[in-house]
């Protein structure tokens, strides 16, 4: 018995544990043996890799368990951040809250980033003590009205043509839809329609979307345009072709008024091709072709009533070779330039109607109101046409389509030279001037600018070309000794 017991005594005093005795160790020297003994324990545990052994800390916990892992970074965590925010003490008051279990794990492979993946899975901390930090990024909420409030299709694409992002998703109809689109190809921005295209192209199945863009030919160019960029051929191709078949079903239902030889059922059959899906310049064109039509009608029944009764003298004089019924737009300007040049204004057969109504450029007017008036020989009229006062009261004369096309057209009316040099004179270019001026025998004008020019030679070689005798051979003989009696003097 007395060696068991020996044995026993010699287990406890060499086991790192230490049993309970009734021997009186509170003494000074034994607590601190104690105390030396602690630390030298904790030195091993950081420097020994040996994890054979279980190390105890002071609270009696396994060294390297889970929870005390928890409770030593807890406990750090809260020191180091003590001074910056006192709400994180709190926080470490729910570390502790964690299970204890029992590791074979060292706290120096736990320093050494080797924790297990089972481990680290329960290394979670209670979201109640942590306070976040990073501000909550959210856009500002003027941006959130682009997506939610009920804009209308107009205000969605001024929106859109300052950039603002806008859904297009709440305009669901087919009404809407179209709505839109007007008011985007109303706009002039070539971005905002073809985005709307995009949204009608993805919302819209084909046929309903190529059928109305029949009527809608700035943006049909602008979905052309779209796909031929993208490089959609099937789709392009479908739209191509159905639009030369439209284009070609329209011309030729327009083109059966030629067929009609009724004027009346004509007018009428002009009356319904405005209709058409054409374009809006076709459909303009064909709305001056009805309306110069309607007009043509008037006044072919009031002159051949005129022309009837022998009421008009310029009927008498000038009789009508043909009817004024279905000629173009410039031939029925003539002909009101000719039998009904003084009417007023607010006639149907007046010149200054017809250049307002079918909006005739001014250069095409005067072209067409000189050859009238040059054809009747009315130079009064010819002189008026280009005669213009400005705010001082001061007249001179302006022609738009230039003083050397006047020439030629009074020329080819047979204009007396007289009528002819005073246009030539107005002739701005010298050498044009000189040209027209010998070229239709304007000799006093060949005379003044070779004189104005003061060169003898040409005016000399001249007076080879005038009748002897004639009052411009006088003219050039006083022109060159008056130069000869200033070069001596």
């Given at each position: ?197 995009i949204f009608l192209k993805r919302t819209l199945r084909r046929e309903i ?35 030369f078949f439209s284009l070609s079903l329209q011309l030729s239902q327009y ?235």
């Amino acid at each position: 018995m007395s060696r068991v017991r020996a044995d026993e005594e010699e287990y406890w005093h060499s086991s790192k544990f230490r049993a309970f005795t009734f021997d009186d160790e509170d003494d000074e020297l034994s607590q601190l043996k104690e105390s030396k003994r602690a630390v030298n324990s904790l030195r091993d545990i950081v420097d020994d890799d040996d994890d054979d052994l279980e190390r105890v800390s002071w609270s009696g916990e396994p060294v390297g368990s889970i929870s005390w892992s928890i409770k030593e970074t807890a406990s750090s965590s809260t020191s180091s951040l003590e001074g910056r925010d006192s709400s994180l003490q709190k926080g470490s008051s729910s570390y502790a809250a964690f299970p204890k279990q029992v590791s074979s794990y060292s706290l120096s492979n736990l320093f050494k980033g080797e924790v297990p993946h089972t481990q680290c899975g329960q290394m979670t901390f209670s979201d109640t003590g942590v306070k976040n930090y990073a501000p909550e990024l959210r856009r500002p909420k003027a941006e959130y009205k682009d997506y939610s409030s009920d804009w209308s299709p107009k205000d969605t694409v001024r929106r859109m043509q300052r950039g603002k992002i806008c859904s297009l998703e709440r305009f669901r109809s087919l009404q809407d839809k179209l709505v839109l689109l007007d008011e985007a190809v109303a706009g002039h921005d070539g971005n905002v329609i073809t985005a709307v295209l995009i949204f009608l192209k993805r919302t819209l199945r084909r046929e309903i979307l190529f059928r109305e863009l029949e009527v809608r030919q700035v943006a049909l160019c602008h979905l052309i345009h779209f796909l031929k960029e993208t490089g959609e051929q099937k789709l392009l191709l479908d739209l191509l072709r159905l639009c030369f078949f439209s284009l070609s079903l329209q011309l030729s239902q327009y083109r059966e008024h030629l067929n009609i030889q009724d004027v009346e059922k004509r007018r009428e059959f002009l009356k319904g091709c405005i209709g058409l899906p054409f374009s809006s310049e076709d459909t303009s064109h064909i709305q001056d072709h009805y309306t110069l039509l309607e007009r043509q009608i008037i006044i072919e029944a009031n002159d051949r009533h005129l022309e009837t009764a022998g009421q008009s003298e310029i009927f008498r004089k000038y009789p009508r070779k043909a009817s004024i019924l279905n000629m173009p737009l410039v031939t029925t300007l003539f002909y009101s330039c000719f039998y009904h040049y003084t009417e007023p204004e607010g006639t149907f057969s007046s010149p200054t109607n017809l250049k307002k109504t079918f909006k005739i450029p001014d250069k095409q007017y005067v072209l067409t109101a000189l050859a009238a008036r040059a054809k009747l020989r009315a130079w009064d009229d010819v002189d008026a046409l280009f005669t213009t006062k400005n705010w001082l009261g001061y007249t001179k004369k302006k022609a738009p389509i230039g003083f050397h096309r006047v020439v030629e057209i009074l020329q080819r009316n047979n204009a007396p030279v007289q009528v002819l040099q005073e246009y030539v004179r107005l002739v701005e270019d010298v050498e044009t001037r000189l040209n027209l001026a010998t070229k239709y025998k304007c000799h006093d004008v060949v005379i003044e600018t070779y004189k104005d020019l003061k060169d003898r030679i040409h005016l000399t070689a001249y007076k080879c070309k005038v009748e002897r005798g004639s009052a411009e051979e006088e003219k050039i003989n006083s022109i060159l000794n008056n130069t000869v009696r200033n070069t001596y003097q």
